[in-house]
């Protein structure tokens, strides 16, 4: 406790003494570069309304053990130096303050008239009028006097005030200057070239982080070149656009810096509400920073942005080793990256605040933290593509083999789906087929319901008219002549035959359409045939011409026989009265036996030729005669059991009507052969 109180004592006695205690800067020959720092006084003056006079005169004077360091302060600074000339030094030397974005300089040394000689520079006074053309301000001095003098320096400016005072001989100040911007030229020309590489890649990935960090390399480019005030050396950019460009780019690269620190730090994954809070609050303070920074009040917009990032780089720094320790891979590479920057802007940031003195460390540490910074993460990115690159390759490969088992697959299945589709559609057609046909069918069978009802309401009425006529005609004159009561009979037996035939006819058609007549083919005289077909006709009604018939053939002669008096029938209904019919027989040279059935009568129409054979039709000709329209049918029906043909022949000048048959002179073609078969419907 005693050694504690003595050196607190030491401390506060000499403390104030060291405010006078600062040495003479020495010009000598041989000396290049010679720093203020540990030669130079402070003194604040609130209002900026002192003299150098007054200034010289006040008692607030504070020695500075480094370079002048204010931080953001509305208040002119008064900078005091001392400087002894030697007799070897050189006359000729410049002043240059290493901050480049002063907003007012005034250098005041002794005139020799107990005045004050002013020299002035600054980004107010346009860098167009500035006694030497530099990035910062640098005023040229001519020393003739040997010995001491005091140089006083009035300083404003919007940003922070941190400054070093360099007092160079003017070949080497030059010689300097030269090295300077081959360094500058080189410094940022790296950072040209990661903003084109990063700017290529995004151009050919569109990857979202390639993206923000050539977004973030672009800020921060920006920044470091407004920063150096290349840009308004280069083109001689006044204060009132430098300051507020050079204010957004500060305040938006905050908000793009702890975007991609979190995509870096994978925090999202971890703590995505936290994330999200962090990163509204950098937006909103980047805002209004930037809001403050436009209506004029630049301290007041850049020392909030400045503060939040201080804050979250430590939050990030400290957060770095617990993710670690609990295995986040992502936070190692952060903390190293990372880690160089947030240190060099860290030490710039207590630089500017007047924490930290201000020499060649403080200085250029955050641009060598943000060099090696992007360079790291240039390489992180550039590995990065690289994996996701392989990455990529390996999942076209894995899909292209996926695709090509996928559509093997496919053409496997659309190859089963196929066939079996076509099955089904070729069963589809059958059933449509078959479903035809029985709507055919059936809409036949109802055609011939009502043709069946047609000539039955017709057919039958006429002969029960004649037999209910002649009944009452009976019952009214029993004592009639017996001449006329036997004609009478007769006319019964007549209308009574007449319906016996119908109904026989319709019997026979109806049981071979139900398959209930037995086909019996046997050999049989064609001769025989025809003279048994013709006994129930008159000799002189029917010519017949018989020529190379064989002695048989085979054939149903019960069948064949319905079928002759059918087509004698036929004729006889349409021939022209006194007109006989001609039947003919005679083997052809195909070995066919052609019966042919002609008669003189009217020519048949041509539209209803294809419907003769059908069951219950009866032409327009036949409408007043009798008949159930089932003669022909039948005809069709016998010859086709026999395996022939049906043929019809017409003579429009002869006016002959033809009907041929055409059968099989060895029975060839029969159905079922020579044994006893029954008839199929569908025949």
């Known amino acids: 406790m005693k050694r504690l109180s003595f050196v607190l004592f030491v401390i506060a006695v000499l403390l104030p003494l060291s405010a006078l205690a600062q040495s003479a800067l020495t010009l000598q020959s041989g000396a290049r570069q010679l720093l203020g720092s540990g030669h130079l006084s402070l003194l604040r003056d609130v209002g900026g309304r002192m003299t150098a006079d007054a200034a ?14 204010a931080g953001y302060t509305s208040d002119t600074i008064w900078l005091r130096l001392e400087v002894e000339r030697h007799s070897d030094a050189p006359q000729e030397w410049v002043v240059r303050f290493t901050n480049a974005l002063l907003d007012d300089v005034r250098l005041y040394r002794p ?6 000689s002013e020299q002035v520079a600054g980004e107010n006074l346009g860098r167009s009028n500035w006694p030497v053309d530099a990035r910062s301000v640098v005023l040229p001095v001519r020393i003739a006097a040997i010995g001491r003098e005091v140089w006083l320096v009035r300083l404003q400016s919007k940003n922070a005030m941190s400054t070093d005072l360099e007092v160079w001989p003017r070949a080497a100040f030059d010689d300097s200057s030269r090295r300077e911007y081959l360094y500058y030229g080189l410094y940022f020309g790296f950072y040209v070239l990661l903003i084109v590489l990063h700017a290529f890649f995004w151009r050919m990935t569109r990857e979202a982080q390639s993206g923000w960090y050539l977004l973030y390399v672009s800020l921060h480019t920006l920044t470091e ?28 690269g905050l908000a793009v810096g702890v975007h991609f620190s979190l995509q870096q730090l994978d925090l999202p994954a971890v703590w995505p509400r936290f994330s999200k809070m962090v990163l509204t609050s950098a937006c909103g303070v980047s805002l209004a920073g930037i809001g403050l920074v436009l209506s004029g009040r630049y301290a007041a917009g850049m020392i909030p942005v400045q ?16 993710l670690i320790m609990h295995g986040h891979k992502p936070a ?12 060099g802007v860290m030490v710039s940031f207590l630089r500017n605040m007047a924490v930290v003195p201000m020499n060649f460390w403080t200085s250029h540490a955050a641009a060598v933290g943000a060099l ?10 550039n590995l990065r593509y690289d994996e996701l690159r392989r990455d990529k390759a390996m999942a076209q490969a894995e899909t292209v083999r996926a695709v090509r088992e996928l559509n093997d697959s496919l053409e496997d299945q659309v190859t089963r789906r196929t066939a079996a589709l076509q099955q089904e559609i070729t069963q589809r057609v059958q059933l449509e087929q078959e479903l035809r046909k029985a709507l055919d069918v059936e809409r036949q069978i109802k055609e011939e319901q009502q043709d069946f009802v047609a000539m039955v309401s017709h057919e039958f009425r006429t002969p029960l008219a004649i037999i209910t006529t002649t009944a009452q005609q009976i019952a009214k004159n029993l004592d009639a002549a017996r001449e006329k009561t036997l004609a009478r009979c007769q006319n019964l037996r007549d209308a009574a035959r007449r319906m016996a035939a119908l109904v026989d006819e319709y019997l026979t058609a109806d049981r071979m359409d139900a398959s209930a007549t037995a086909f019996r083919p046997a050999p049989c005289d064609p001769r025989s045939l025809i003279d048994d077909a013709l006994q129930e006709w008159p000799r002189e009604r029917i010519t017949t011409a018989l020529h190379s018939l064989p002695p048989q053939f085979v054939c149903d002669k019960g069948l064949l026989q319905v079928a002759l008096r059918n087509l004698l029938n036929n004729a006889e209904r349409h021939s022209t009265a006194g007109q006989a019919i001609h039947l003919k027989a005679a083997t052809r040279d195909d070995g066919l036996i052609c019966l042919s059935v002609s008669n003189h009568g009217g020519p048949i129409p041509e539209d209803e030729i294809p419907r003769l054979f059908q069951k219950y039709f009866r032409g327009r000709s036949a409408q007043h005669q009798p008949g159930a329209g089932l003669g022909l049918y039948l005809v069709r029906r016998i010859v086709d059991m026999h395996g022939g043909e049906v043929r019809l022949g017409s003579d429009a000048q002869s006016g002959l009507v033809t009907f041929s048959l055409l059968l099989p002179a060895g029975g060839d073609g029969l159905d079922g052969g020579p044994s006893v078969t029954t008839l199929s419907t569908a025949a």
């Open 307 to 322: 503060l939040l990032a201080m804050i979250l780089v430590v939050v990030f720094i400290s957060l770095s080793p617990w």
């Open 56 to 69: 010289l005169a006040s008692d607030q004077w504070k020695a500075l053990p480094g370079a002048a360091s």
């Open 332 to 343: 190692r590479f952060f903390l190293l990256v990372f880690g160089i920057f947030y240190a």
């Open 372 to 381: 090696l910074h992007m360079a790291l993460m240039s390489l992180r990115l």
């Open 111 to 116: 005139d020799g008239l107990r005045g004050w």
């Open 225 to 252: 070149l407004m920063t150096f005030a290349i840009p308004q050396q280069l083109f001689d950019m006044p204060a009132g656009v430098s300051d507020p460009l050079l204010g957004m780019s500060i305040c938006g």
